[in-house]
Each structure stands twice: as C-alpha cells, then as structure tokens.
C-alpha cells in the first residue's frame, strides 16, 4: 500500500498517482515507526528519515536492474560487432582469393557494393519523404468524407509501392476530387506528371496548386518550365520571376529565364541570369551554355575562355569541342579546327554535323549546333532544346530538390 504524500489515500502499489487527489505518488509506506506515532499522520513528522531511506533503496533496485539490463546489451553488441568482424574479414579473403584468380575485379566489386548501399539507403529515404506528404495531404484535408479520402490515398500509396504509378495516380486524382482546395495533393499529382513527361495535365494540376500555395517554390518552377517549352513565354517569366522572389538563389529560375531570353535576342539580359546559373552549378554543361551564349553575342574571346573551361572538366564533351573548332576555322587556325572537329566525331561519331566539318573547305559551309530557339522562328522547346545533357542538368535540379518541404509547411502555417 502507498499512502499519498498530499491527503493520506491509500493507494496500490502499482499506482503512479493518487486516485482521490491526482498527486504523483513517492515510495512512502506505513512502517512499524509510523504507525507507532500515530499512523500515516506521523509523516510529518521527524521519523520520516525512514521512509526517505525506503525510497532510496528502492531506486538503488531499479539501478542495479537497469545496470544489469545494460551489461547484457553490450555484451550482444560486443557478440555482434565481432560476427560482423568475422564475415567482413571472410569476404575480403574471398574476395582476394577469387580477384588472384582472376575470377572478380576488386575495383569493379567495390563499387557495385557501395552503388547497391546506397541504393538501399536511398530507397529508404525517398520512402520516408513519400509517407511525410501522404501525411501533410492528410492535414490539408479539408471536405467532408475522410474516411474515404484516406482510403483512396492508402490504396494509390500502395500501388505505388508496387511501381503501379499509372494506376495509383488515378486514386490521388479522385481524392482530389473529394477535396479540390488539397494544394498539397495537387502539387503532388502534377509534379508526377511533369516527371514523365505529360505538361498539359502537369501544368492544369500546378496551377491548381499555386492558387493555394502561392509560395510554392517548385511548384513555380515547373510551371517557368512548362510555359516556357509550350510557347507561353510571358507567362513562364512570371512563374520564375515569382520562383526568384522565394528563392533568389535558385538555378532552375534563372538558368530558363536565361534560354527564355535568348530566344528573344535579349543577350545581355540572359547573360546576366546565365552567368549567375553558371556561378550556382559550375558544371561542364553550363559552361558550354554561357559559352554559346557568348558565342552568339559575338563576344568570341570569353566564349573559348568557358568552353575551353568546359573541356577541362569533360573532355568528352564534344559539342564544346566542335564550337571550339568552328571558332579556329574561322580564325584560319585550319590545323586547330582539324584536331578539334576530328576529336568531337571520334566521341559522337552519329552526329552528321562533324563529318561535314571534317570535310568542310569554308566556314560559311559550318553552322553552330543548335541550343537555342528562336521566338520569332518558333516559340515551342525553347528551355529543353539543344544538347540532352542540358535537359538533363535542369531536370535533375529540379526533380532532385526536397518536394516541397519547407516551403509547403510554411504555407500550411499561414492557413
């Protein structure tokens, strides 16, 4: 029996409070001392020292016990980590076994090793992140069927834990049905359809999205890349200046405000966002951009300056390569232009363009590759045109980023 430290109620043990008055119970019990002044109310007395001593022994238990608990769990971390030695120092051997044999590469092995970790671990991580928004829709929601919107979302979650994307994103689409003001699953569901390809019904669903959550950052840039490629330019400015304004330093926006501009002849204004893309990714491909850029604005010495920068960095780069010879040729440096346009065929010998270089007796007969659209020609493609290693550089930008995170919870915040 534990009698409460506030008014006396006698309590069982196996209470952490007291069941008349609340108060949190101590390990205070009605000793032969006690009950010689008087019972429960000789607690208040000097003989309390007792009941203290009780209560330390008690705790002094409750140690050893969790003392006891942690020798044992170190002792099957111990048994653990020296099975884990033992298999490790196994497979090395086999491994140096079969690789003195010739049978396996030690290098070729160790990198499938760390490519299959993290793999794993990257697997793990976009599962997580897949079940935070799966968690964030579910706080947006605001209609009136829960139950139903919960299984919809459950069982198109499902499908794409199976790889059944085009079937699972049928269910999201009817839960958005049920509650149409879910920015949250309208982003979700275009920026799946952005991923494989599908602008129109990406551009209906984020569009939907930014309406609620105008401080959507990635939803703001992939639309900047939808109107862009589908000729809606003033539109596509818009989105990405908007983009800017929540993120300055974001290399999606300025890298297609850049191609956008371009495309309009306004050079020295694309420079500007291109040069400050090229500064957030110093990367072989954006390299080659800012060069053609220049190379386009007729400023030919700072043009070599960035694609010989890019070569330095990818010397397979061959549409650097051939602009570099093109730029010699028209030079009159024959035997550099030669060496230049021989190495690009040598990388990518399918592209005609080099082979008619090589064969080529007067500049005039040579034309830059093409990289950027011409608005006046056509306003279509005019973000993702020219080399797939650009598309790739923008696409793996944004698709790569946190969907949404912070900038949603923010938004969730103001509601």
């Known amino acids: 029996m ?16 007291c069941s008349a008055c609340g108060t ?17 109310e000789s607690l208040l007395r000097p003989t309390i020292e007792e ?78 992140r897949f079940e935070q928004r799966l968690e964030r829709m579910l706080m947006a929601f605001s209609g009136e069927n829960f139950d139903l919107f919960t299984r919809l979302l459950d069982t198109g979650a499902d499908l794409f834990a ?27 569901i275009g920026e799946h359809f952005f991923r494989i390809n599908k602008p129109v019904l990406a551009r209906a669903y984020l569009e939907r999205a930014v309406e609620r959550q105008p401080e959507n950052y990635l939803a703001m840039s992939m639309l900047g890349v939808i109107c862009g490629d589908d000729g809606d330019l003033m539109s596509a400015k818009r989105y990405l200046n908007r983009a800017l304004k929540i993120r300055k330093n974001s290399f999606t926006a300025h890298y297609v405000l850049g191609r956008i501009l371009v495309s309009e002849g306004k050079l020295r204004e694309a420079l500007t966002h291109l040069k400050r893309a090229l500064a957030l990714k110093p990367t072989p491909e954006m390299y080659y951009l800012v060069g053609r850029a220049y190379l386009e604005y007729g400023r030919t010495e700072i043009a070599v300056r960035h694609l010989r920068r890019c070569i330095e960095l990818d010397p397979k780069f061959d549409a650097a390569l051939y602009h570099l010879g093109l730029i010699y040729f028209k030079q009159d440096d ?38 950027f659209g011409r608005a006046a020609v056509s306003s279509r493609k005019v973000v993702t045109s020219g080399d797939v290693r650009l598309i790739e550089l923008l696409r793996s930008d944004l698709l790569d980023s946190q969907p949404a995170g912070n900038d949603l919870r923010k938004d969730q915040k103001r509601e």
């Open 24 to 40: 949190r119970l101590m390990l205070i019990t009605n000793t032969r001392t006690a009950a010689a002044y008087g019972g429960v």
């Open 162 to 188: 199976e790889g059944n994307c085009k079937k699972g994103i049928r269910y999201f689409e009817k839960a958005l049905l049920l509650d149409p003001s879910n920015a949250v699953l309208a982003f979700f």
């Open 51 to 128: 009941h203290f001593l009780e209560r330390i022994s008690a705790l002094e238990t409750s140690l050893q016990q969790a003392h006891e608990r942690l020798e044992i769990m170190l002792d099957l971390v111990h048994r653990q980590a020296t099975s884990g030695l033992y298999d490790h120092a196994r497979l090395e051997a086999l491994v140096e076994h079969l690789s003195e044999r010739g049978a396996v590469e030690d290098g070729t092995l160790e990198t499938l090793w760390r490519d299959r970790v993290a793999e794993h671990y990257e697997g793990t991580s976009e599962q997580e």
């Open 2 to 17: 534990i009698f409460c430290q506030k008014c006396t109620h006698p309590n069982p043990y196996n209470r952490e409070t």
């Open 334 to 371: 024959l035997l550099m232009a030669r060496e230049h346009f021989q190495a690009a065929y040598e990388i990518n010998p399918r592209e005609p363009r080099y082979r008619v270089a090589l064969r080529a007796r007067k500049a005039g007969q040579l034309a830059p590759l093409p990289v």
